[in-house]
């Protein structure tokens, strides 16, 4: 699938909402825009055995900026519905997402598949976008 605006999903947005306090107001229409796909870096470093069986396609995932991240001044952690973080987005794209996260763009992401690679997991996920 393309980059380009896709039918926004409740399941995201409320998610997104419980972040903020449920102070964001929806337009009926709104869509998402999707802007890249990627897997989570760093996931090799947590402890994720009891968070991996808890983890499934189409998920929503919780963005935050890491603005004192000492490795990375770019860095963008990736947090699951519990607010457990995950790992980060990798820094060979986390460029565009901190940028817009610095503009106040609202950004999320959505799992797409995970899988154990011997005591690596890798989890890919879609980013996206919502323009208040």
């Known amino acids: 699938m393309g980059g380009g605006l896709v039918p926004s999903d409740k399941k995201s947005w409320q998610l997104i909402q419980g972040y903020f306090g449920g102070d964001i107001r ?4 709104i869509q998402e825009i999707f802007l890249l796909e990627c897997h989570i870096a ?4 947590r402890d994720l055995d009891r968070v991996e069986p ?4 189409g998920d929503p ?4 900026r890491e603005l ?9 952690a990736i947090y699951d519905q519990k607010e457990r973080k995950l790992g ?20 999320f992401g959505k799992i ?4 154990r690679i011997d005591q690596w997991l890798k989890i ?9």
Request: net charge negative; aromatic share 8%; charged share 25%.
């Open 26 to 29: 929806i337009a009926p229409f």
């Open 42 to 45: 760093g996931t090799g470093y």
């Open 54 to 57: 808890e983890l499934a396609p």
């Open 61 to 64: 995932l919780l963005f935050k």
């Open 68 to 76: 004192d991240n000492i490795h990375d001044h770019l860095a963008v």
């Open 88 to 107: 980060y987005l990798p820094r060979a794209k986390n460029e565009v997402p901190a940028r817009l996260m610095d503009a106040g763009k609202l950004l």
């Open 112 to 115: 797409e598949t995970s899988e």
């Open 124 to 132: 890919t996920v879609r980013v996206y976008m919502k323009d208040l």
